[in-house]
């Protein structure tokens, strides 16, 4: 979730947020924008995005086939292209051409965002080409990626913030100690590694 100006802009509401029945879609609150990468369950859930949309009809931004599927689940929505720019609700948001990575089922189709120049979240992609920016949103864990892949993504960007995502299903015993990896792995490119636990917030200066 972003928030700008008393705009609310939210990322990819999907299953893994809600599965262990801490918050519910409701407990999001009115939203102005949804973006959606692509239409994997933990990215893309049809019954929490109807309950987000009844309490405030948020204008949503995905690309051509999950604007389809938004369709076919009588979800209206809108579609941007990569490299496509859009100004709403005093947030600029940037179509990023970001290839989901090989999956052992078929591939998605997926799209990443540059928001206000400064904010990256690549969904479910390692192989986008858009660096050095104040903030990035990093894949840090998934049955698609690799530890050390997904770090080296992150040098490649060298963002000044690095949040990880992605990283619901794994335990957290477990979770604590890749956080702690990654803190000391990211020092030498002067990346501050933020993890945002359930309730936390992040503040970026314009």
Known sequence: ???????????DPGTFSFIEKKFTPEDIGPV??????????????PDALKKIITLNKPVIFTHQRLSKLCAENDIESNIIKSEETISQD????????????KVVTETPHNIGFIIDG???????SLSFTATSPEVLFAPITAPWLNEPDA????RRVKPKITIPIHDAFVKDFFLQGMYNRWETA??????QFKPLILGASLEISD
Request: hydrophobic share 45%; charged share 30%; proline share 4%.
């Open 1 to 11: 979730m972003l928030e700008k100006n008393e705009k609310r802009l939210l990322i």
């Open 32 to 45: 102005d924008i949804i973006l959606l990468t692509h239409e994997h369950g933990d990215h893309f859930f």
């Open 90 to 101: 005093g947030f600029i948001i940037t179509g990023l051409e970001a290839p989901h990575e």
């Open 118 to 124: 400064k904010i990256i979240h690549p969904g479910d």
């Open 151 to 154: 770090l080296a993504c992150v």
């Open 186 to 191: 990211l020092k030498d490119i002067d990346s």
